[in-house]
């Protein structure tokens, strides 16, 4: 089972932030938290993890509580290419069970 | 750089035949890892395959699936007898498992449906 919680989907404006929540209330002391997101047809691709600082790259933030309870994937300017499923996962560093929950259906509206 | 690489793009099958599904890792990657995705669904972890380690097959659905990997590089994803409940997209990642990260870089998938 997935260690994680996240709204099925979520609709944002063009042009506006995306902010995406996911609960791991069960995460453990050695545990990342990672974001994935899959464009339909394809392949999922890596977005961005963390342990408990926050993070950030060219693609986007990672907001992690103090408690590591839960967390945001933060797009700050979404565009119609970032509808996707965008799936949080809890893992250990070099974990070998990555488990894919059912993910956030992300639809960025014109 | 080459990604990572997985064929046939698209495979049909009648029911009860056997299929092969490869998939060619990024060069260096020590890590591989099978997953499958039904219609609509997440990702359904497979099998992980970590250097000369043994691999791990929990996620097998049942014993007509088996993998291996060759020389550390090339995959083979064996189903036997396949059934319809078979039919998804089936992804192969590749990780470097260095450093910080154990980033997974996926393949575009092998479509299998069985009729």
């Known amino acids: 089972d997935a260690k994680t919680t996240q709204p099925p989907s979520m609709d944002c404006a063009e042009g506006r932030a995306a902010n995406l929540p996911c609960n791991h209330s069960t995460i453990s002391g050695n545990e990342y938290v990672y974001w994935y997101r899959q464009i339909h047809s394809q392949g999922p691709q890596y977005i961005i993890h963390g342990l408990k600082n926050n993070e950030t790259n060219e693609m986007a933030s990672l907001i992690i509580t103090e408690d590591r309870k839960s967390s945001t994937l933060i797009l700050p300017h979404a565009t119609l290419r970032d509808t996707a499923v965008y799936y949080c996962?809890?893992?250990?560093?070099?974990?070998?069970?990555?488990?894919f929950g059912p993910g956030t259906r992300l639809s960025v509206l014109p | 750089g080459a990604g990572v690489s997985q064929s046939p793009s698209n495979k049909v099958t009648e029911k009860g035949k056997d299929v092969e599904l490869r998939c060619d890792p990024i060069s260096g990657h020590t890590a591989l890892y099978w997953y499958r995705q039904s219609l609509g669904q997440g990702l359904e972890f497979l099998i992980y395959f970590q250097g000369n380690s043994a691999p791990d097959k929990s996620g097998l659905p049942s014993d007509r699936f088996s993998a291996e990997r060759t020389g550390g590089s090339v995959s083979t994803l064996t189903i036997q007898r396949t059934q319809q409940e078979d039919s998804a997209v089936y992804l192969c990642?590749?990780?470097?498992?260095?450093?910080?990260?154990?980033?997974?870089?996926f393949g575009p998938g092998t479509r299998l449906t069985v009729l």
């Open positions: 990642a590749s990780s470097p498992r260095s450093g910080s990260n154990n980033e997974q870089f």
């Open positions: 996962i809890v893992s250990s560093l070099y974990g070998q069970n990555f488990v």
